[in-house]
């Protein structure tokens, strides 16, 4: 993965985000800034698992002229094996292996994050993985499952494999998305590993990229939420370690980059449905809305059709005032960023 990291900054890359970084929202944030590769939403699976259309499309259509990797999930090292096969026909950069995901159902299955509390089996199955896949294989893993003192152990296995880039969620699962991140463990395995590292978690902007790059000398950035917040971040961050100023986004600007998603997302609807277009727009409007205008983030949540949704963007956007690049400091959806600026605060 070397040769995909620039010379003289660190990579930027834009975090896999299940229902969120599909097709239209690559569309649109390409426009805006890109990154230096994508990762897909995970492709499930198990024995009885076939390759998600929907998926795929992003690799066939990848809007972006940048390289994607695409990220699987599961437990079952044939099926992992098989689908990693299967995938190698597309135009992939590469195989990246969720590590990381909490949700209850997938770590009961032992896979995602899950397989973070089965060492020997994680083992078994990055060893098989590895031999089965001929180009890139990555990994995006969190820094333990209950605790992060156990990530010496995981990084111990990690550098038997000949990994191709390590990215790394720096909480552990059970620590979701709360509080701040471990950027002890970030920096233990970038010294460590002989692959690139990748660091994730509470980038919201370039002071927090700088910070979180300074305090762990890791080969890439990875943003998620931060890049749906501010999808012009990725040339704000190019400009920081440029040490080059950048434009500040407006409201209006974030007004058409709303619009411009949900027209993207409308389109793409198989069946188009009023309350259920409502319904996406409002999940992503969760992590854009707040921190601005107090009465917003309410009303967004409230509001029922198209029509009222776009009357309330309007009525709170439609102006040139700059938009507050960083969510407010007590957030709790970005929470405990504010620690990776320590001194810097
Ligand atoms: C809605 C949502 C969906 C996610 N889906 C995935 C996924 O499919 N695969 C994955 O590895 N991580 C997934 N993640 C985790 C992100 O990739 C990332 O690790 C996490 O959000 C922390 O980075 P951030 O603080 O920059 O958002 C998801 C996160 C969110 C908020």
């Known amino acids: 993965m070397r040769d995909l990291l620039p010379a003289h900054r660190p990579a930027f890359v834009l975090a896999p985000m299940q229902a969120i970084t599909d097709l239209p929202f690559m569309r649109v944030l390409a426009r805006r800034s890109s990154p230096d590769w994508f990762v897909t939403e995970y492709f499930r699976v198990h024995p009885a698992s076939s390759l998600n259309r929907q998926l795929l499309r992003a690799l066939v259509e990848n809007p972006t002229q940048r390289p994607i990797f695409a990220q699987i999930i599961g437990s ?33 299955k032992h896979a995602g994050g899950g397989l973070l509390r089965h060492p020997e089996r994680l083992h078994r199955l990055l060893g098989g993985l590895r031999e089965a896949i001929a180009g890139r ?31 790394l969620h720096a909480r552990t699962v059970q620590e979701g998305y709360h509080g701040p991140v471990h950027t002890a463990c970030v920096r233990a395995a970038a010294a460590t590993l002989a692959c690139p590292v990748i660091a994730n978690g509470n980038i ?27 999808p012009w971040i990725f040339s704000h961050l190019q400009a920081a370690f440029e ?20 027209a993207e997302i409308a389109g793409e609807a198989l069946r188009y449905e009023p309350l259920g277009h409502v319904q996406r727009m409002k999940r992503t409007l969760g992590y854009i809305s707040h921190g601005l205008a107090a009465d917003f983030e309410p009303q967004i949540r409230r509001c029922r059709t198209p029509q009222e949704f776009e009357a309330i963007c309007q009525a709170h956007l439609d102006h040139d005032a ?23 605060i």
């Not at 700088?210 to 501010?230: D, E, F, P, S, V």
């Open 243 to 262: 040490a080059r100023p950048h434009e500040i986004p407006t409201h209006r600007n974030l007004l058409e980059y709303i619009r411009e998603l949900s």
């Open 76 to 108: 079952d090292l044939p099926s992992l094996c098989r689908a990693a096969t299967a995938l190698a026909a597309y135009p992939i950069a590469g195989i990246d292996l969720n590590l990381g995901c909490p949700a209850p159902i997938v770590c009961r």
């Open 322 to 344: 700059p938009l507050p690049l960083r969510p407010p400091g007590d957030s709790k959806l970005f929470s405990g960023f504010e620690a990776l600026l320590g001194e810097d």
């Open 204 to 230: 919201v902007d370039a002071p927090t990229a700088l910070a979180y790059h300074r305090q762990t000398a890791a080969a890439g950035l990875m943003i998620g939420r931060g890049a749906i917040r501010n």
């Open 137 to 167: 294989f990555t990994v995006k893993s969190r820094t333990g499952f209950a605790d992060s003192g156990e990530f010496d152990h995981l990084l111990d296995i990690f550098s038997r494999h000949a990994l191709d880039g390590l990215t």
